[in-house]
């Protein structure tokens, strides 16, 4: 065979849209080595950045994380000294996770590498294509 014929797999959302997922996460994994970040380290920090006092029970409801696994990923971050662990100001039964300084310091960092890799990764689309595809996956998701 000269050309492998894909034309049903390239019907299906889910093939492409992990063929387009698999150039983006190649992208994060390389760039985000670092920061000693992967995939699931950044969006719990993401979040944590952008939702200082975030609980646990929280980060594992938005990420569709079990409990179990984030306890050791939180318990990785505070060794690092990227996030500190405070009382909720009104709930004294939770617990609200927020970045260090060295862990702000990071994220932004970070952040600006995760939206560079972005930019790059869709430099074929246009911003309102861009836009449009956003607003299309996270209608499956959401």
Do not use: W
Not at 63 to 73: K, S
Not at 95 to 117: C, F, N, P, Y
Not at 131 to 137: D, G, P
Request: charged share 25%; glycine share 4%; net charge positive.
């Amino acid at each position: 065979m000269e050309k492998i014929d894909t034309s049903y797999l390239e019907t299906l959302l889910g093939y492409n849209a992990r063929r387009a997922a698999l150039v983006i996460i190649e992208l994060f994994l390389k760039r985000m080595a670092v920061y000693d970040l992967r995939p699931v380290d950044f969006s719990v920090l993401s979040l944590i950045t952008h939702n200082p006092g975030i609980s646990s029970r929280q980060l594992c409801s938005e990420l569709n994380i079990l409990p179990p696994n984030l306890v050791g990923m939180i318990n990785t971050l505070e060794k690092r000294e990227l996030i500190l662990r405070q009382p909720h100001p009104s709930d004294g039964r939770v617990i609200g996770l927020h970045l260090s300084d060295v862990g702000r310091k990071l994220m932004k960092d970070a952040e600006q590498t995760a939206q560079e890799l972005e930019n790059e990764a869709a430099s074929k689309l246009t911003a309102t294509e861009r836009k449009t595809l956003m607003r299309l996956l996270q209608k499956i998701y959401t």
